[in-house]
C-alpha cells in the first residue's frame, strides 16, 4: 500500500508493481518474516484453484503460517524456508505434493516445486520473502512413467534369452542386460561406450567396426556374425542384429540390439559342410577307383576282337579283364560291408575268440602288401592265450584292417609294429612310423568318407572306408578304437579295446572246437522256413545229419502250401519273412490238421521279451534267438508238444 504522502511518481510506480505483480505468468506469494501469506497472484490462484471469495483464498490470507505448519515440516520444506528467511539468496524448495484436503480445504491436489527469495530492506535485513511456484504434476508423472517403462524394458530384457543391448543414435552403447555381463564375465559398466569392441575376437573387429559405421551412416539394419569373448576366455560365435527406434519425425533416437550364441549351430553347419566336402571327395574317388580298371577291361576287351586268332594275347587280355573284375568286386563288396555293419544288418557269431590265433591270421593276410612295401613287422604279445567273446573273422577282418591301413600309409622301408596287452581290458596297438595325420583329421579319422590325403603315386589305394567299418566292428564287440598321432610325418597309432573273456574260457583252442549234436532218438519231419537260403540250408543239413527229415522252405506262402500236402512234426520258423511274418505264419499252420500236434519253435534276431510275448499268443512251444544254441534246438524237438505254447 502507497503511504498517504507518497509522491505521484511513487504512486505510479506502486500501481506499476502491483500490476505486474498481479500478471506476472508464474505463481508468486509473498510471505512475512514471520511465515504468514501477505499476498498472492492471479497465477497463484489459477495454479490452486482459489478465487476470491474462495474459502482457501480466505484460510491462506488470514490463518496459514508456512513456517509453522507441521505437513511442510514433516516433507522437509521448512528448514529450507528458513534458509531462504535468514537471508540466503534463490533456495529451491524440493517437489512437494500439496493437498489442500490436508489442511481441510477444498482445491486441486499438486506436485509444486518452489523457489524462495528474500526480500531485502536497506539495511540487509529481510522485511519479505517472495515464493514462485511451479506446477510440476505433469512432468513428475511423465518421468514415473518413464522409469516405469526403463524397468519394465529392463525386466523383459533380462528375462530374455539373449543378449541385449543399447546405444544412443551416434552408435554410444549405454545399456546391457543381465545375460551380456553373465556370458563375458566382464563388470557392468566396463563395456559402455566402445569398451565392448574390445569383447571381439581381433580378427572379427575390423569387420564388425565397418558394418556397423555402415548402419550408423545409413539407418540400415546391423547384423553380423563375430566371435564374442566368453567369461571362460573362449572366443564363441554370436551373431549380432541391432535396428533403429525413430521418433514421430523419423529421425533416430535410438539403436536396440541383440546378441544371440550360435556357437554349437555354426558348430554344427560347418561340421556338415566338411562332411558334405568328403563325401563330396569320396564320390570322385569313387569314380576315379572305378574308372581305373574299366580303362583296360574296355582296352582289352576290343583288343580280343582285333586279335581273337592269336590264342597268347587272348589268354592275356582275359587274365586283365578277370583281375580289374577282381579289383572292382572288391571295391564294391567293401561298400556293402561298410553299409551292412553302419546300419546294424550284421549279426555276429558270438563264440570263445582265442586272440593271438586272430592276430595270426590278419598278419598272414596282410604280409604280402607289407612285404611288397619293405616294412619291418615287429610284434609283441602278452604270455598265455588270451579269450575274448566275439566274431573270429570280424576281429581277423578288423586287425588285417589296421595293419593294412598303416602299411599303405607308411613310406617303402618302414616300421609296423602289433602288440597286445592285457589288463583290465584286452588291448590291441597298430603302430606305424608313416604319414601321420594333422590334428584336426584325428576326431574324423573312423567316419565314412574320410580319408588322408592322397599321394601322388596313389600307392595308398582304396576308398577309405576301412577304419569306419573298423570302428563300427569293434563297437558291436562292446569294445571302442582311437586314434593318436603326433603331426604329419610322425607316424599314427591304432589302440583297439576289448572287454577280455571272464572265467569260464575253453582250455583248448578254437580250432579244435567242434558241436557235438547227439543223434535224434526218434526222425521227426520237420520244415524250415526263413527268407535267408544259407541259413536254411545249413539248419536243414545240420538236422537231417542227426536223422530228421527236413523240408527248407523259403517263403511263407510255399509253407502254407506243403502244410496241406502232408503232416509235419515240428515247425522251425523266422520271425522277419517275406510279406507275411512268423506270428501270422504259425497261426495259419497250427489252424491246419497237418500241424494241429506240432512243436513250433522260433528262431530269429529278436529277442525282446515283447517279441517272446507275442510269439507265445501266436502259438510257438519255444523261442530261440539267433545265433541258437543247436544242443539245446536239438533237445527242444525231441520235446512232446504238450501244454499251452509259450
Given at each position: 500500500?502507497?503511504?498517504?504522502?507518497?509522491?505521484?511518481?511513487?504512486?505510479?510506480?506502486?500501481?506499476?508493481?502491483?500490476?505486474?505483480?498481479?500478471?506476472?505468468?508464474?505463481?508468486?506469494?509473498?510471505?512475512?518474516?514471520?511465515?504468514?501469506?501477505?499476498?498472492?497472484?492471479?497465477?497463484?490462484?489459477?495454479?490452486?484453484?482459489?478465487?476470491?471469495?474462495?474459502?482457501?483464498?480466505?484460510?491462506?490470507?488470514?490463518?496459514?503460517?508456512?513456517?509453522?505448519?507441521?505437513?511442510?515440516?514433516?516433507?522437509?520444506?521448512?528448514?529450507?524456508?528458513?534458509?531462504?528467511?535468514?537471508?540466503?539468496?534463490?533456495?529451491?524448495?524440493?517437489?512437494?505434493?500439496?493437498?489442500?484436503?490436508?489442511?481441510?480445504?477444498?482445491?486441486?491436489?499438486?506436485?509444486?516445486?518452489?523457489?524462495?527469495?528474500?526480500?531485502?530492506?536497506?539495511?540487509?535485513?529481510?522485511v519479505?520473502?517472495?515464493?514462485?511456484?511451479?506446477?510440476?504434476?505433469?512432468?513428475?508423472?511423465?518421468?514415473r512413467?518413464?522409469?516405469?517403462?526403463?524397468a519394465?524394458?529392463?525386466?523383459?530384457?533380462?528375462?530374455?534369452?539373449?543378449?541385449?543391448?543399447?546405444?544412443?543414435?551416434?552408435?554410444?552403447?549405454d545399456?546391457?542386460?543381465h545375460?551380456?555381463?553373465?556370458?563375458?564375465?566382464?563388470?557392468?559398466?566396463t563395456?559402455?561406450?566402445?569398451?565392448?569392441?574390445?569383447?571381439?575376437?581381433?580378427?572379427?573387429?575390423?569387420?564388425?567396426?565397418?558394418?556397423?559405421?555402415?548402419?550408423?551412416?545409413?539407418?540400415e539394419?546391423?547384423?553380423?556374425?563375430?566371435?564374442?569373448r566368453?567369461?571362460?576366455?573362449?572366443?564363441?560365435?554370436?551373431?549380432?542384429?541391432?535396428?533403429?527406434?525413430?521418433?514421430?519425425?523419423?529421425?533416430?533416437?535410438?539403436?536396440m540390439?541383440?546378441?544371440?550364441?550360435?556357437?554349437?549351430?555354426?558348430?554344427?553347419?560347418?561340421?556338415?559342410?566338411?562332411?558334405?566336402?568328403?563325401?563330396?571327395?569320396?564320390?570322385?574317388?569313387?569314380?576315379?577307383?572305378?574308372?581305373?580298371?574299366?580303362?583296360?577291361?574296355?582296352?582289352?576287351?576290343q583288343?580280343?576282337?582285333?586279335?581273337?586268332?592269336?590264342?597268347?594275347?587272348?589268354?592275356?587280355?582275359?587274365?586283365?579283364?578277370?583281375?580289374?573284375?577282381?579289383h572292382?568286386?572288391?571295391?564294391?563288396?567293401?561298400?556293402?560291408?561298410?553299409?551292412?555293419?553302419?546300419?546294424?544288418?550284421?549279426?555276429?557269431?558270438?563264440?570263445?575268440?582265442?586272440?593271438?590265433?586272430?592276430?595270426?591270421?590278419?598278419?598272414?593276410?596282410?604280409?604280402?602288401?607289407?612285404?611288397?612295401?619293405?616294412?619291418?613287422?615287429?610284434?609283441?604279445?602278452?604270455s598265455?592265450?588270451?579269450?575274448?567273446?566275439?566274431?573270429?573273422?570280424?576281429?581277423?577282418?578288423?586287425?588285417?584292417?589296421?595293419?593294412?591301413?598303416?602299411?599303405?600309409?607308411?613310406?617303402?622301408?618302414?616300421?609296423?609294429?602289433?602288440?597286445m596287452?592285457?589288463?583290465?581290458?584286452?588291448?590291441?596297438?597298430?603302430?606305424?612310423?608313416?604319414?601321420?595325420?594333422?590334428?584336426?583329421?584325428?576326431?574324423?579319422v573312423?567316419?565314412l568318407?574320410?580319408?588322408?590325403?592322397?599321394?601322388?603315386?596313389?600307392?595308398?589305394?582304396?576308398?577309405?572306408?576301412?577304419?569306419?567299418?573298423?570302428?563300427?566292428?569293434?563297437?558291436?564287440?562292446?569294445?571302442?578304437?582311437?586314434?593318436?598321432?603326433?603331426?604329419?610325418?610322425?607316424?599314427?597309432?591304432?589302440?583297439?579295446?576289448?572287454?577280455?573273456?571272464?572265467?569260464?574260457?575253453?582250455?583248448?583252442?578254437?580250432?579244435?572246437?567242434?558241436?557235438?549234436?547227439?543223434?535224434?532218438?526218434?526222425?521227426?519231419?520237420?520244415?524250415?522256413?526263413?527268407?535267408?537260403?544259407?541259413?536254411?540250408?545249413?539248419?536243414?543239413?545240420?538236422?537231417?545229419?542227426?536223422?530228421h527229415?527236413?523240408?527248407?522252405?523259403?517263403?511263407?506262402?510255399?509253407?502254407l502250401?506243403?502244410?496241406?500236402?502232408?503232416?509235419?512234426?515240428?515247425?522251425?520258423?523266422?520271425?522277419?519273412?517275406?510279406?507275411?511274418?512268423?506270428?501270422?505264419?504259425?497261426?495259419?499252420?497250427?489252424?491246419?490238421?497237418?500241424?494241429?500236434?506240432?512243436t513250433?519253435?522260433?528262431?530269429?534276431?529278436?529277442?525282446?521279451?515283447?517279441?517272446?510275448?507275442?510269439?507265445?499268443?501266436?502259438?510257438?512251444?519255444?523261442?530261440?534267438?539267433?545265433?541258437?544254441?543247436?544242443?539245446?534246438?536239438?533237445?527242444?524237438?525231441?520235446?512232446?508238444?504238450?501244454?499251452?505254447?509259450?
Open positions: 500500500m502507497v503511504p498517504p504522502n507518497s509522491s505521484a511518481a511513487e504512486v505510479q510506480t506502486e500501481q506499476r508493481f502491483q500490476t505486474l505483480f498481479e500478471q506476472a505468468p508464474f505463481s508468486v506469494q509473498l510471505l512475512s518474516v514471520d511465515g504468514r501469506t501477505l499476498k498472492v497472484n492471479r497465477a497463484w490462484k489459477d495454479l490452486w484453484g482459489a478465487h476470491d471469495g474462495d474459502p482457501l483464498l480466505d484460510f491462506v490470507l488470514t490463518q496459514y503460517n508456512m513456517l509453522t505448519d507441521p505437513q511442510l515440516e514433516a516433507k522437509g520444506v521448512t528448514p529450507h524456508l528458513r534458509r531462504a528467511f535468514a537471508g540466503e539468496e534463490s533456495v529451491r524448495l524440493p517437489a512437494i505434493h500439496y493437498d489442500p484436503a490436508e489442511l481441510g480445504q477444498p482445491g486441486l491436489a499438486r506436485w509444486v516445486e518452489a523457489t524462495a527469495r528474500p526480500i531485502k530492506g536497506p539495511d540487509g535485513a529481510v519479505e520473502v517472495m515464493l514462485i511456484h511451479e506446477d510440476v504434476t505433469e512432468r513428475l508423472l511423465e518421468t512413467q518413464l522409469r516405469a517403462s526403463e519394465q524394458f529392463r525386466t523383459i530384457a533380462d528375462a530374455m534369452p539373449q543378449m541385449v543391448w543399447s546405444t544412443l543414435p551416434d552408435g554410444y552403447h545399456y546391457y542386460n545375460q551380456w555381463y553373465e556370458f563375458t564375465g566382464a563388470p557392468p559398466g563395456t559402455d561406450g566402445e569398451g565392448w569392441n574390445g569383447m571381439f575376437h581381433p580378427d572379427d573387429q575390423p569387420r564388425a567396426w565397418e558394418v556397423w559405421r555402415h548402419s550408423l551412416k545409413t539407418g539394419k546391423y547384423e553380423i556374425e563375430y566371435r564374442l566368453h567369461r571362460s576366455g573362449e572366443y564363441r560365435w554370436v551373431l549380432g542384429r541391432a535396428l533403429p527406434v525413430r521418433n514421430g519425425q523419423g529421425e533416430i533416437v535410438r539403436w540390439g541383440t546378441c544371440t550364441d550360435i556357437h554349437e549351430q555354426k558348430r554344427a553347419r560347418d561340421e556338415l559342410l566338411a562332411t558334405n566336402r568328403r563325401k563330396d571327395d569320396f564320390l570322385a574317388m569313387l569314380a576315379h577307383e572305378l574308372r581305373n580298371p574299366l580303362a583296360p577291361i574296355s582296352t582289352a576287351a583288343l580280343l576282337k582285333a586279335v581273337s586268332s592269336d590264342r597268347a594275347r587272348v589268354e592275356r587280355s582275359a587274365e586283365i579283364i578277370e583281375r580289374q573284375v577282381r572292382m568286386t572288391e571295391l564294391v563288396d567293401d561298400l556293402l560291408d561298410v553299409s551292412r555293419v553302419t546300419r546294424g544288418l550284421v549279426e555276429l557269431e558270438r563264440a570263445p575268440v582265442e586272440l593271438k590265433a586272430v592276430l595270426g591270421s590278419a598278419i598272414e593276410q596282410v604280409r604280402p602288401l607289407i612285404e611288397a612295401r619293405g616294412h619291418q613287422l615287429t610284434t609283441r604279445m602278452a598265455g592265450d588270451v579269450y575274448v567273446l566275439g566274431d573270429r573273422t570280424r576281429l581277423v577282418q578288423v586287425v588285417s584292417n589296421l595293419l593294412a591301413n598303416a602299411a599303405k600309409y607308411t613310406p617303402p622301408n618302414g616300421s609296423v609294429s602289433l602288440s596287452t592285457v589288463g583290465e581290458h584286452v588291448e590291441v596297438r597298430v603302430a606305424d612310423n608313416g604319414m601321420g595325420m594333422e590334428a584336426q583329421l584325428i576326431p574324423h573312423f567316419e568318407f574320410t580319408q588322408g590325403e592322397r599321394t601322388p603315386d596313389r600307392a595308398q589305394g582304396g576308398l577309405g572306408l576301412g577304419l569306419a567299418l573298423v570302428k563300427s566292428l569293434v563297437e558291436l564287440h562292446g569294445g571302442r578304437v582311437t586314434a593318436e598321432s603326433d603331426g604329419p610325418g610322425k607316424g599314427s597309432t591304432f589302440t583297439v579295446t576289448l572287454p577280455p573273456l571272464k572265467a569260464g574260457a575253453p582250455a583248448v583252442s578254437e580250432a579244435h572246437q567242434r558241436i557235438d549234436i547227439p543223434r535224434a532218438v526218434k526222425a521227426l519231419r520237420v520244415m524250415v522256413v526263413d527268407d535267408n537260403k544259407d541259413a536254411a540250408e545249413t539248419l536243414g543239413m545240420l538236422l537231417e545229419s542227426v536223422g527229415e527236413v523240408r527248407v522252405l523259403h517263403d511263407p506262402q510255399h509253407a502250401a506243403a502244410v496241406r500236402e502232408s503232416a509235419f512234426d515240428a515247425f522251425v520258423l523266422d520271425i522277419g519273412l517275406p510279406g507275411m511274418d512268423g506270428y501270422t505264419l504259425a497261426r495259419q499252420l497250427r489252424a491246419h490238421a497237418h500241424a494241429a500236434a506240432a513250433f519253435i522260433a528262431l530269429t534276431g529278436y529277442g525282446s521279451a515283447d517279441d517272446k510275448h507275442r510269439g507265445g499268443d501266436a502259438g510257438f512251444h519255444h523261442y530261440l534267438v539267433k545265433p541258437a544254441d543247436l544242443n539245446a534246438l536239438a533237445r527242444l524237438l525231441q520235446q512232446p508238444a504238450t501244454g499251452s505254447p509259450g
